[in-house]
């Protein structure tokens, strides 16, 4: 994908959330650090350009909710969450650049009840990759992308990177060695 | 990160900066209407006081419930120690309880370091002796950063009872790594003879240093721990060293005033200074869990064997959490 995919990709999310939902009225959308916050808050100007409400966002870490801490050998690295509006009875959309085995969301889900009761919580991913983990699945995709389950699909957004685009690259045959081929979160 | 930390030796100044980093994620879960996250579910976490202390031991068994770790008080009344068990002996009986870790304060300099020989967990300093107190150091330092917006160049006073003070040791420790200029006042004899070592400029005059200062850091006079007399009397030693409303004056407007508290209010501190808007001594209570905390995390959120003599290199081969 490259920079005008994605930019079409995030209108078309920003027009299917707010069918959905019929409007923006009680929305949130809260994105997953890194990458995931700055798709919501494009999202945010969207859907303000499209129907005229401003909808809040929020900025999720879902580090301390992991499901792997005490297996890596560091403690995994933390993020700033930042949740400035009360979450209870609204339609909270969560929003994460890449959906794979599912294992973010689950632990998003939990960090965001902690937050509250919302109303309804619906998912909005920019890349599905397949090879899911757990019951989970993504309301709104970008694109739906097959890929090996060692392939490594990296996002690049402008906010972060600089450029917009997303890129697979296919596993190297052989793998050289156990070194972290680098935390995602990170 | 060492697995311990028994002293500031124990951090570099880019740990520190990692540690008053994760510090502020979780000074956001404090702000939160449910004040905890799961990260250390599973984990024990003990602290083993030998010595009386209000906040340094809240703070630690606040934090690690707000991490969802288990906690174990244990204090020398109630318990085998009254009896006459010894450190080693209790030391073997909590790493037979499978104790993740042991927050540790001692009147004796080194009995933290000497418990890393009985157990298999880390072991947190919660003040040994006249040695060091390095959590209190890091929730300082993460105070002085969060309301001054820098570390590196800060003119920080550190006023007092120097000699006995394992507060004024780490913290001084901590502040000459990341950068900032010390200097340690009081009476020639409360400053240990080994104070130029530190890195530290040493001044027996308080009014001479105010005008410059960006933090005033003043210490409580201990005299439970002081064998002999001395300074004349606390009269004294109060209109000498004391921070009063009228050396405040002297200060820069925007300097502020710190405390590892307890204090003696009307000794080392005027009462009515103490509750000036610069002072931020509650701050530095609030800020406290949020640095034990990040610490706690920081060595236990590891893998268990990721530990000397256990297997270390879990980490690339893990399944990612996320996508």
Known sequence: MDEADVRRAVTRIAHEILERNKGGNGLALVGIAARGDDLARRLAVEIERIEGTSVPVGVLDITFYRDDIGMRAEAPEVHQTDVPFDVTGRTVVLVDDVLFTGRTIRAALDALVDFGRPRAIQLGVLIDRGHRELPIRADFVGKNVPTRKDDDVRVALREVDGDDGVVIEPAPTLRVAKTGTGDDRA | ?323
Not at chain 2, 229 to 234: D, E, G, K, N
Not at chain 2, 289 to 317: C, E, H, K, Q, T
Request: aromatic share 4%.
């Open chain 2, 1 to 323: 990160m060492n697995k311990h930390l028994l002293s500031i030796d124990d951090v570099t100044a880019e740990d520190i900066v990692r540690i008053l980093d994760t510090a502020e994620s979780f000074r956001e879960v404090g702000t939160r209407v449910i004040k905890k996250v799961p990260a250390l579910r599973g984990r024990t976490v003990v602290n083993l006081f030998y010595e009386n202390s209000t906040r340094t031991r809240i703070s630690f068994e606040l934090a690690a419930k707000r991490l969802s770790a288990d906690v174990i008080n244990f204090s020398t009344s109630g318990s085998s120690v009254s009896k006459g068990e010894s450190l080693k002996d209790t030391a073997l009986t909590l790493q037979a309880m499978g104790a993740d870790a042991i927050v540790i304060r001692h009147s004796s300099s080194g009995s933290p370091l000497t418990l890393t020989k009985w157990v298999r967990g880390s072991v947190l300093n919660a003040g040994d002796g006249t040695h060091e107190h390095p959590t209190q150091a890091l929730l300082d330092i993460y105070t002085m950063r969060e309301r001054l917006g820098r570390l590196e160049g800060l003119r920080v006073a550190i006023v007092g009872d120097v000699l006995h003070s394992r507060v004024a040791r780490s913290l001084s420790f901590a502040l000459v790594k990341v950068g900032a200029e010390v200097t340690l006042v009081g009476p020639p004899t409360l400053i240990p003879p080994d104070a130029p070592g530190w890195g530290a400029q040493v001044s027996y005059d308080i009014e001479s240093v105010l005008p410059k200062l960006d933090v005033c850091y003043m210490l409580r006079v201990q005299r439970e721990r002081q064998r002999q007399q001395y300074f004349p009397s606390v009269r004294e030693y109060a209109r000498l060293f004391g921070l009063t409303s009228g050396r405040v004056a002297m200060l820069p407007p925007e300097a502020l005033i710190m405390h590892p508290g307890p204090m003696n209010r009307g000794v080392e501190i005027e009462s009515d200074v103490a509750d000036l808007p610069n002072s931020v001594i509650e701050e530095q209570v609030t800020n406290g869990i949020a640095i034990r905390m990040a610490l706690l995390y920081l060595l236990l959120g590891g893998a268990r064997d990721a530990r000397p003599g256990g297997v270390s290199d879990l980490g690339g081969d893990e399944e990612e959490a996320g996508t």
